[in-house]
């Protein structure tokens, strides 16, 4: 997490709050689980490959899919 020096309190605050997203949203990706966005009221999905959907992941079951794959396979090792 980089810092700039010479920011008033505001600004700190508000650095250490983007840095603090930034890193939620990559380690959400990370463990294979979508960042969601809200535009104009419409939700928005970034998926772990990068894209970019409106179609819902959590609804299509897509996710537990993935989670029963994952855990069968650890279990394989």
């Given at each position: 997490?980089?810092?700039?020096?010479?920011?008033?309190?505001?600004?700190?605050?508000?650095?250490?709050?983007?840095?603090?997203?930034?890193?939620?949203q990559r380690?959400?990706?990370?463990?294979?689980?979508?960042?969601?966005?809200?535009?104009?009221?419409?939700?928005?999905?970034?998926?772990?490959?990068?894209?970019?959907?409106?179609?819902?992941?959590?609804?299509?079951?897509?996710?537990?899919?993935?989670?029963?794959?994952?855990?069968?396979?650890?279990?394989?090792?």
């Amino acid at each position: 997490m980089q810092i700039e020096n010479n920011l008033n309190e505001n600004d700190l605050i508000q650095q250490i709050g983007n840095n603090a997203v930034r890193d939620a949203q990559r380690k959400s990706l990370e463990n294979g689980v979508p960042n969601v966005y809200s535009k104009n009221g419409f939700l928005y999905y970034q998926l772990v490959d990068g894209t970019i959907t409106m179609d819902n992941p959590f609804e299509n079951k897509e996710l537990k899919m993935k989670l029963e794959l994952s855990i069968k396979n650890e279990n394989k090792e």
